[in-house]
């Protein structure tokens, strides 16, 4: 097994200081995360279980004070994009440059005085996997303006500011997991969240420590989230919770499952509707259980609680691919001890845990597997728990 993606990349403040003429003023680090459980929950009100990967989007940034706002993507085609602060209105299109953009007039819509800044960005999370590269993007570029216009805002305020970017003014209707594990993430856990109110707890996972590895794949396949699947399941969630006459489906006991299942079909709900239910509420259980796990140091009895991850986000909320499907197949055929796809799914990535001893075999056979399906080569590399967002100098 050999790592497909870099860790660091080029170094920002030498791509700031060629553009821009001059020394950034700073250089702040946001990193991409993988979900271990908990997929779809969070705009539920329910909860997750993400870590940081240490692949991550680094910016290096200064403060100005004219109203200019210049990006520029070192992973991106093109030049500087130049905005203008009091312009930036949501859904105006700019590709890429809306997610940090969108940040700007976040923090601005909330009344803190941002007044332009130049921003460099490199990163080395894969965009298009499932890995949060837009909340990364997010994440950094709210650290930096949080620090250089001295906002005082903590990791979860910025963690809402980003989602509200990515919400309002890029038009993708996300949950907040993915800022909050990009701002709040530590090294060596994961990240117990509660998506209502924002309560987190940092859970020890160190797989290594216990001679396992979790393999992160990224199968190639790109997934777009603004394309009105994750907006129609979202629907159907909040369909349920109105039929069930809950605030949402994190209210609904996982012993009352069943029962609310039969109330849904009766009140005529739509099929795919009870699906969802099914999925959120079964795997917001999930997530309690992986974390029981965990607590008592038996990281491997993880790996089933992942199957069943999987087969719910296959056959009830559908939205896995041929691709994820094999990784899961190919992997616990190898040997594995579980396998699930993580992310928004129709493409994107899935996690894998191994005897570390086995990783090597197991990525093999996984590769081996989507060759002779006429696939792409998969990327292979071991999502270690790393840490969050933080400025770097």
Same mark, same amino acid.
Request: one cysteine or more; a negative charge; proline letters at 5%.
């Given at each position: ?27 702040? +680090? ?42 520029? +993507? ?7 994009? +130049? ?8 859904? +105006? ?301």
């Amino acid at each position: 097994m050999t790592a497909t993606v870099q860790q660091t990349g080029p170094d920002p403040a030498a791509i700031f200081t060629e553009l821009y003429g001059y020394e950034p003023h700073g250089v702040w +680090s946001a990193p991409g995360r993988v979900n271990l459980i908990g997929e779809y929950t969070d705009f539920n009100d329910g909860f997750v279980l993400p870590l940081a990967l240490p692949h991550a989007t680094r910016a290096a940034v200064s403060a100005r004070t004219d109203g200019v706002l210049r990006l520029h +993507s070192g992973d991106v085609p093109g030049g500087v994009v +130049s905005l203008r602060v009091e312009e930036l209105a949501p859904h +105006s299109g700019h590709g890429w440059a809306a997610y940090p953009a969108g940040v700007a007039w976040a923090l601005r819509a909330a009344g803190h005085p941002v007044t332009g800044a130049d921003i460099a960005l490199t990163s080395t999370v894969p965009t298009g996997a499932g890995l949060s590269s837009s909340a990364a993007l997010e994440t950094v570029t709210a650290f930096a303006l949080n620090d250089l216009f001295q906002l005082g805002l903590s990791g979860p305020e910025l963690a809402v500011v980003g989602r509200r970017a990515e919400n309002d003014f890029v038009g993708v209707p996300c949950g907040i997991m993915d800022q909050m594990a990009s701002a709040c993430c530590t090294e060596g856990h994961a990240l117990h969240l509660d998506t209502r109110d924002l309560s987190l707890r940092q859970v020890p996972f160190d797989p290594a420590a216990q001679g396992l590895t979790l393999l992160v794949v990224d199968t190639r396949v790109k997934h777009a989230l603004g394309d009105g699947a994750y907006a129609e399941r979202r629907a159907g969630c909040e369909e349920g919770a109105r039929l069930l006459g809950i605030p949402a489906l994190r209210d609904l006991p996982y012993a009352s499952l069943d029962a609310a299942l039969t109330t849904l079909a009766g009140a005529g709900a739509d099929e795919s509707v009870i699906r969802y239910v099914r999925h959120v509420v079964g795997d917001n259980h999930r997530v309690e259980q992986v974390i029981a796990l965990l607590d008592a140091g038996d990281v491997r009895a993880a790996g089933p609680v992942l199957n069943e991850g999987h087969r719910s986000l296959r056959d009830d909320l559908r939205v896995s691919c041929p691709e994820l499907d094999l990784v899961v197949a190919a992997a616990n055929e190898a040997g594995a001890l579980g396998a699930r796809m993580t992310g928004g799914g129709f493409g994107g990535s899935a996690v894998v845990l191994v005897e570390a001893a086995a990783a090597g075999a197991v990525a093999e056979v996984v590769t081996k597997a989507f060759a002779a399906a006429g696939h792409a080569a998969p990327g292979v590399f071991a999502g270690a728990p790393s840490a969050g967002a933080r400025r770097l100098r």
